[in-house]
């Protein structure tokens, strides 16, 4: 079945560096959509991207959906402590999403 | 309107006994989602809503498991004869169809532990 690969699957990183992370499929997506969630908490919506190639921003947070359909990278650029989280991919037309990449802050 | 509402946040059950949950969409939204998130996981996919009218379920989802939207608006779903291994995050999402957009707008989510 389809499925969405996120990596890496847990980031460390100190406050004020930037972040990248992806998501990779075997299959075509139509709609990519990068969410946030604190624990306890549903999915937050970040950026959605809807045509290949598409490079969107939102605040200090960069998303693009790959040329192929099949990938989409997310960047968050200066980090600070409340962007710790899990951040998740998601694919479109019947919706999938990955495992998430969690995202830890070093003081 | 301010989201996607769930309810109860939190529900802790013994084995054998039913739950249900209550998820209210935003208002405008035609299609209504249902998912299950477990510990390091991603959500999901139950089951879905256009309108009243359920048009997909997951494998995921077992005869034990009902739901229902009968005015195309809120929309519960109902867990019969409980077991452990159903504890998880239940979530909803909502979305309007007819636009460009599919974006769905998820809820803070029901939370089941099953003793």
């Known amino acids: 079945g389809q499925q969405l690969n996120q990596s890496p699957q847990s980031m460390f990183i100190q406050e004020g560096e930037d972040v990248s992370m992806n998501c990779t499929s075997s299959?075509?997506?139509?709609?990519w959509l990068w969410y946030k969630q604190d624990p306890g908490e549903g999915p937050v919506l970040l950026i959605a991207?809807?045509?290949?190639?598409e490079l969107t921003s939102n605040g200090r947070l960069t998303a693009q959906f790959g040329i192929t359909r099949k990938d989409s990278f997310l960047n968050i650029s200066a980090s600070i402590p409340s962007d710790v989280g899990i951040y998740f991919c998601?694919?479109?037309?019947?919706?999938?999403f990955g495992k998430g990449t969690r995202l830890h802050i070093l003081p | 309107d301010t989201g996607v509402s769930q309810d109860p946040r939190h529900k802790i059950t013994k084995r054998g006994q039913n739950v249900t949950f209550r998820c209210d969409p935003i208002?405008?939204?035609?299609?209504l989602y249902w998912y299950r998130q477990t510990l390091g996981q991603g959500p999901e996919f139950l089951t879905y809503?256009?309108?009243?009218?359920?048009?997909?379920k997951s494998r995921l989802l077992s005869d034990r498991f009902s739901a229902e939207r009968p005015k195309g608006s809120f929309s519960t779903l109902e867990i019969q004869r409980t077991e452990q291994g159903d504890s998880a995050m239940y979530l909803c999402?909502?979305?309007?169809?007819?636009?460009?957009?599919?974006?769905?707008?998820f809820g803070p989510g029901t939370r089941l532990l099953v003793l």
């Open positions: 999402a909502s979305t309007y169809s007819g636009g460009a957009s599919q974006t769905q707008y």
């Open positions: 208002s405008e939204h035609n299609r």
């Open positions: 809503f256009q309108n009243e009218a359920q048009l997909e």
């Open positions: 998601a694919g479109y037309d019947k919706i999938i």
């Open positions: 991207l809807y045509k290949a190639g």
């Open positions: 299959s075509i997506f139509n709609t």
